[in-house]
């Protein structure tokens, strides 16, 4: 079993609705990810944070909001979306910000909108 | 901008058979390369990684890695695959500069071991 808990594990929406996807770690970790990996493609970056704070955006549309209300916690508020935003939504943590510490992933969220 | 190749999309083994994954990066410089693997269902787990040292690097589950810097390659191998080893495979990297924490993934390899 991973130590990313992410929730909900499926999730349907409409293109008007308003949600949001969860991930939590005990590990201690600062540094959170979120990864959107479509079928038979491998994880693309969208977000991290590091010590709580926001660095790196990979030009995400807006209809994508993260937030990191403490160092456990990673959310992804999705609002508006498209047919094309279904996927899989993996969480991830590492120790810190350095290159040579291992992230550690989720279950991830499947998701489709309709 | 960095990259990660990997060659073999989808491979078809039996058991007991040899296994040699190809991956390939493009980058001059220093970097750290992991395998992670994605069992069907399951979340994507870390096989192993490279930092520094010795380029032969042991993981979990039999499986290692070996880093060869002139060819900018990390393969990954297992002497005798079995079927519980079916799965998708990345290789990927990270560079070591500020804010480096954006791994990069490779397209993934497709592995069957057959009975």
């Known amino acids: 079993d991973t130590e990313v808990t992410q929730t909900p594990k499926h999730l349907v929406m409409g293109m008007t609705n308003k949600k949001s996807l969860k991930c939590e770690q005990h590990m201690g970790h600062r540094a959170m990810y979120w990864y959107k990996q479509k079928a038979k493609k491998p994880p693309e970056l969208m977000f991290v944070y590091s010590y709580e704070k926001l660095s790196i955006n990979e030009s995400v549309p807006s209809r994508f909001s993260p937030e990191c209300p403490n160092s456990s916690l990673l959310n992804l508020h999705l609002h508006a979306l498209q047919p094309e935003d279904s996927a899989l939504y993996l969480c991830?943590?590492?120790?810190?910000?350095?290159?040579?510490?291992?992230?550690?992933f989720g279950d991830g969220t499947r998701l489709s909108i309709l | 901008a960095q990259s990660v190749s990997q060659h073999n999309h989808h491979v078809i083994l039996s058991e007991a058979a040899s296994l040699e994954l190809g991956c390939n990066y493009s980058?001059?410089?220093?970097?750290?390369l992991f395998w992670y693997v994605q069992y069907p269902g399951q979340h994507l787990q870390l096989l192993l990684k490279?930092?520094?040292?010795?380029?032969l690097v042991k993981g979990i589950k039999g499986f290692e890695a070996e880093f060869i810097k002139s060819k900018f390659s990390f393969n990954l191998r297992k002497p005798s695959v079995q079927w519980s080893d079916t799965a998708e495979y990345f290789c990927a990297l990270i560079l070591p500069t500020g804010g480096g924490n954006k791994l990069t993934f490779g397209t993934g390899t497709q592995l069957k071991v057959e009975l």
């Open positions: 490279y930092f520094s040292g010795d380029p």
């Open positions: 980058y001059g410089g220093t970097v750290n």
């Open positions: 991830a943590s590492s120790q810190g910000n350095r290159g040579n510490q291992p992230q550690h």
